[in-house]
């Protein structure tokens, strides 16, 4: 099936840094969502990508649709301690949902 | 605003028993889903469901069970629990809509916390 990539797998930044993170799949797909969980919680969608060169934001997120429709970028812009959480990206085929592994996100004040 | 509910939110189970787990959703979605989550690993899809009364299998269905009696209501079913089935498991739904099921949003649970010893 298809197998989505997500790096980095983890990341340590401080208080109003920005973050980068991607993913990638060796198959391509048609829309990318973007997810946020938090601890004792179930994810909340971010972003969704519906076009290849697709540039969508919420808020101080932005997330892109790669050209290729093989990989997705979530940047998030001065970041703050609410930000932290697991991100997952997720593409959709006709009759299932996958989702990266997800980057885990920790701020430090 | 409820959204989606699952009850229950912790359990810890012997090998061998059986147990239920119910999402509940106030959102009139069409289309429901349940997911296991392990450490290091996204979510993974159980089953699905596009209507009341029907169901189908995802990527990891074995040893789980499902049914969508009602419209709100998605169960899932483990009829002999295995230490392999120890996860978190999430329930989601969303809206039908002119585009293919799983193109469509998802609403998750804050998720049941299953241990089986």
């Known amino acids: 099936g298809q197998q989505l990539n997500q790096s980095p797998q983890s990341m340590f930044i401080q208080e109003g840094e920005d973050v980068s993170m991607n993913c990638t799949s060796s198959?391509?797909?048609?829309?990318w969502l973007w997810y946020k969980q938090e601890p004792g919680e179930g994810p909340v969608l971010l972003i969704a990508?519906?076009?290849?060169?697709e540039l969508t934001s919420n808020g101080r997120l932005t997330a892109q649709f790669g050209i290729t429709r093989k990989d997705s970028f979530l940047n998030i812009s001065a970041s703050i301690p609410s930000d932290v959480g697991i991100y997952f990206c997720?593409?959709?085929?006709?009759?299932?949902?996958?989702f990266g592994a997800g980057t885990r996100l920790t701020v430090k004040p | 605003n409820a959204g989606v509910t699952q009850t229950p939110k912790f359990r810890v189970l012997k090998t061998g028993q059986s147990m239920t787990l119910l999402c509940a959703q106030d959102?009139?979605?069409?289309?429901m889903y349940w997911y296991r989550q392990d450490p290091g690993m996204g979510l993974r899809l159980i089953h699905y469901?596009?209507?009341?009364?029907?169901?189908a299998k995802g990527e990891v269905p074995d040893g789980y069970n499902v049914s969508r009696l009602k419209k709100q209501n998605f169960l899932l079913g483990l009829e002999s629990a295995a230490p392999s089935q120890t996860s978190v498991y999430f329930c989601?739904?969303?809206?039908?809509?002119?585009?293919?099921?799983?193109?469509?949003?998802?609403?998750f649970g804050d998720g049941t916390r299953l241990s089986i010893l």
């Open positions: 989601a739904s969303s809206y039908s809509g002119v585009n293919p099921t799983f193109y469509q949003p998802q609403h």
């Open positions: 198959s391509i797909f048609n829309t």
């Open positions: 990508l519906y076009k290849a060169g």
């Open positions: 997720a593409g959709p085929g006709n009759n299932d949902m996958r």
């Open positions: 959102m009139n979605h069409e289309y």
């Open positions: 469901s596009v209507g009341e009364g029907t169901t």
